[in-house]
């Protein structure tokens, strides 16, 4: 049973397309992340949701669109997607408690060409 | 605001040398830190928090309130530890703040 799963794990697509990554957590958690990590390794937090109430929204253009059916979901969706764009984005899950950790998905590797 | 940093990109050390990854942090209220690992083409996954005190893997890491510190150690070196690792900041109750993240990498 994978705590975090994330959907596609890879995805190539074109420049201009839309595109959806899905997330799903079955930990109970209350709270699910985007994060981007880019070529780089650096980690960024995009967005944030606390029972499917959107609590973190950093600079992130708005092509990017969170939506969080309940809180076991957090899918991603971009449209018209860039080169710049192209990167490894991670779903995560935490419980509001002191202490407790966050999990991550496996990553979603987007390449846009 | 808070913060973290991680000032090495990377650090290169040989096999069974002591490592040190370093960690500061910023931030006004009581933190929670903690280290995260990320082999090769995995996901991040956690190593150790503050809290526990304890050791994972033969690393440790202590709090340290007077240098907003929170370095990562580990004695001796193993090939198996080259990885990235990212030191995160947990602050009011659900938000992660993450580093810029280190690859370390153990040469035999």
């Known amino acids: 049973d994978t705590a975090v799963s994330q959907t596609p794990k890879y995805l190539v697509t074109q420049m201009g397309n839309d595109k959806s990554i899905k997330c799903e957590q079955n930990?109970?958690?209350?709270?699910m992340y985007w994060y981007k990590q880019d070529s780089k390794k650096f980690l960024k937090i995009m967005f944030s949701?606390?029972?499917?109430?959107?609590?973190i929204n950093e600079t992130v253009p708005n092509r990017f669109s969170p939506k969080s059916p309940d809180k076991a979901h957090l899918n991603l969706h971009i449209n018209s997607l860039e080169l710049g764009d192209s990167a490894v984005y991670f779903c995560?899950?935490?419980?509001?408690?002191?202490?407790?950790?966050?999990?991550f998905g496996q990553g979603t590797r987007l390449t846009v060409v | 605001a808070q913060r973290v940093t991680q000032p090495e990109k990377l650090l290169s050390v040989f096999k069974g040398a002591p490592v040190e990854l370093k960690c500061n942090y910023s931030?006004?209220?009581?933190?929670?830190l903690f280290w995260y690992v990320q082999y090769s083409r995995q996901r991040l996954q956690l190593l150790l928090r503050?809290?526990s005190r304890e050791s994972i893997k033969g690393f440790t890491a202590d709090l340290n309130k007077g240098e907003t510190s929170f370095h990562l150690k580990k004695p001796f070196a193993q090939e198996e530890d080259s990885a990235m690792y990212y030191c995160?900041?947990?602050?009011?109750?659900?938000?992660?703040?993450f580093g810029s993240g280190t690859k370390l990498n153990v040469k035999p």
């Open positions: 995560a899950s935490s419980q509001r408690h002191s202490n407790t950790e966050a999990f």
């Open positions: 930990l109970g958690h209350d709270t």
């Open positions: 949701y606390n029972n499917k109430e959107l609590i």
């Open positions: 931030y006004s209220g009581s933190p929670e």
């Open positions: 503050h809290i």
């Open positions: 995160a900041l947990k602050y009011n109750f659900n938000k992660f703040y």
